[in-house]
């Protein structure tokens, strides 16, 4: 069983910065995709980013979506247990309901039924 929870979310102004992370517990795999989605009232959940594991002394492989390619970075911190997503430039658009997520297998890494596990979700608003 995995655990995750998100933190970082709040109010932003367009142009802003945040920072949300993700601590995971329990049985993790580090080989499998991570990911960021996001949820905007009315809408369905998309693809934010997904990070995954490349091989050992190889950096972790990244993928985003088209909207925020450029803006936004994900990391991660093994040691710790963590995903990282740094979101800059922010635009109203962006403004959501964002999730980290974990894969408990290999697929598509944009599709929200790759993952298995989901944290509760921290809400990032931007506006002036």
């Known amino acids: 069983q995995v655990q995750l929870v998100e933190s970082g979310g709040g109010l932003a102004q367009p142009g802003g910065s945040l920072r949300l992370s993700c601590a995971a517990s329990?049985?993790?795999?580090?080989?499998?995709?991570m990911g960021w989605f996001r949820q905007a009232p009315g809408k369905e959940r998309e693809f934010v980013g997904a990070?995954?594991?490349?091989?050992?002394?190889?950096?972790?492989?990244?993928y985003y979506a088209d909207s925020v390619k450029g803006r936004f970075t994900i990391s991660r911190d093994n040691a710790k247990n963590s995903l990282y997503l740094q979101m800059n430039t922010l635009r109203p658009e962006d403004t959501a309901v964002y999730y980290c997520?974990?894969?408990?297998?290999?697929?598509?890494?944009?599709?929200?039924?790759?993952?298995?596990?989901w944290g509760q979700g921290t809400q990032v608003t931007v506006s002036s």
């Open positions: 990070i995954i594991w490349s091989g050992v002394g190889t950096p972790d492989t990244t």
């Open positions: 329990g049985r993790t795999y580090i080989y499998y995709p």
């Open positions: 997520a974990a894969a408990v297998g290999s697929g598509p890494y944009y599709r929200a039924g790759t993952y298995g596990y």
